[in-house]
């Protein structure tokens, strides 16, 4: 063999090789992606109130509330649909304790949808407190579900206001779009994130709640509670590698 058919055949090998290592590529490729999107097809991450009014130096803080986040932004990767609940008041909403003079931060009072707890004034309509909070990973969210911007009806659930007949529209997007699982994240784990699991259950979700992704605000049972209603209505709560 001369120097030059030399040549030619080292050549032709390398094409060979890198056209080969191509194709491979491109198959794994292919295949990977048919998978997570036969898996993340059917299942949608709710992302609850990550707002800076729920983290430390806000108005209704949850202890440690930020130091989720960044297991939040981590778990997005499992997920197509992704879409964020935002708390939204208006300042004159009725759940405030600025609107109910005499009234105690965190006792109860009667609406004409049962009992309402009086919240110091949070996430309150175009303020910095309503804001996600700048940790937050929000590039990748579907759809923004905002709530308790009625002011005479609060609103813990995602999926509709306490008086619990007045929808805030999630139930029909995750429906029309053919969601079976609902993993659901956020803040805090025993009033909106328990709120929001008990009507994604309710609805006929397959519910999971991501445990290093949520935490509680802890108002005197109100941890022990929620955990009630998991069990009650077979809410799966553990860590996002143990479901996905
Ligand atoms: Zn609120």
Same mark, same amino acid.
């Given at each position: 063999?001369?120097?030059?058919k030399?040549?030619?055949?080292? $050549?032709s090998?390398? @094409?060979?090789?890198?056209f080969?290592?191509?194709e491979?590529l491109?198959?794994?490729?292919?295949?990977?992606?048919?998978?997570?999107?036969?898996?993340?097809?059917?299942?949608?991450?709710? %992302?609850?109130?990550?707002?800076?009014?729920?983290? +430390?130096?806000?108005? $209704? @803080?949850?202890?440690?509330g930020?130091?989720?986040?960044?297991?939040i932004n981590d %778990?997005?990767? =499992?997920?197509?649909?992704?879409?964020?609940t935002?708390?939204?008041?208006?300042?004159?909403?009725?759940? &405030?304790?600025? !609107?109910?003079p005499?009234?105690?931060?965190?006792?109860?009072?009667?609406?004409?949808?049962?009992?309402?707890?009086?919240?110091? +004034?949070?996430?309150?309509?175009?303020t =910095?407190?309503?804001?996600?909070?700048?940790t937050?990973n929000?590039d990748?969210?579907?759809?923004? %579900?905002?709530?308790?911007?009625?002011?005479?009806?609060?609103?813990?659930?995602?999926?509709?206001?306490?008086?619990?007949?007045t929808?805030?529209?999630?139930?029909?997007?995750?429906? !029309?779009?053919? %969601?079976k699982?609902?993993?659901? @994240?956020?803040?805090?784990?025993?009033?909106?994130?328990? =709120?929001?699991?008990?009507?994604?259950?309710?609805?006929?979700?397959?519910?999971?709640v991501?445990k290093?992704a949520?935490? +509680?605000v802890? $108002?005197?049972?109100?941890?022990?509670?929620?955990?009630?209603? &998991?069990?009650? =209505?077979?809410?799966?709560?553990?860590?996002?590698?143990?479901?996905?």
């Amino acid at each position: 063999m001369n120097r030059r058919k030399f040549f030619q055949l080292i $050549l032709s090998n390398i @094409a060979a090789g890198i056209f080969i290592n191509r194709e491979l590529l491109a198959h794994s490729d292919k295949s990977k992606k048919t998978q997570n999107f036969d898996h993340n097809n059917k299942d949608a991450l709710i %992302i609850v109130d990550v707002q800076n009014d729920f983290c +430390p130096g806000g108005s $209704l @803080a949850v202890k440690d509330g930020d130091k989720i986040i960044s297991n939040i932004n981590d %778990i997005q990767k =499992y997920f197509d649909l992704i879409m964020l609940t935002q708390d939204w008041h208006p300042i004159d909403h009725s759940s &405030f304790s600025s !609107n109910n003079p005499g009234k105690e931060l965190f006792s109860l009072k009667d609406m004409p949808y049962g009992k309402q707890v009086i919240w110091p +004034p949070h996430c309150v309509i175009g303020t =910095y407190g309503a804001e996600f909070h700048e940790t937050l990973n929000t590039d990748s969210a579907k759809m923004i %579900i905002r709530k308790g911007f009625r002011k005479n009806i609060d609103s813990y659930s995602g999926f509709f206001e306490n008086d619990r007949e007045t929808h805030t529209g999630l139930a029909g997007v995750l429906k !029309n779009l053919n %969601i079976k699982r609902v993993f659901i @994240a956020g803040l805090a784990l025993d009033f909106c994130v328990h =709120y929001t699991a008990v009507d994604s259950a309710k609805l006929g979700f397959e519910t999971f709640v991501i445990k290093e992704a949520t935490l +509680p605000v802890d $108002l005197e049972n109100s941890v022990e509670k929620t955990f009630n209603s &998991f069990k009650k =209505y077979k809410i799966n709560y553990g860590s996002i590698s143990e479901f996905i």
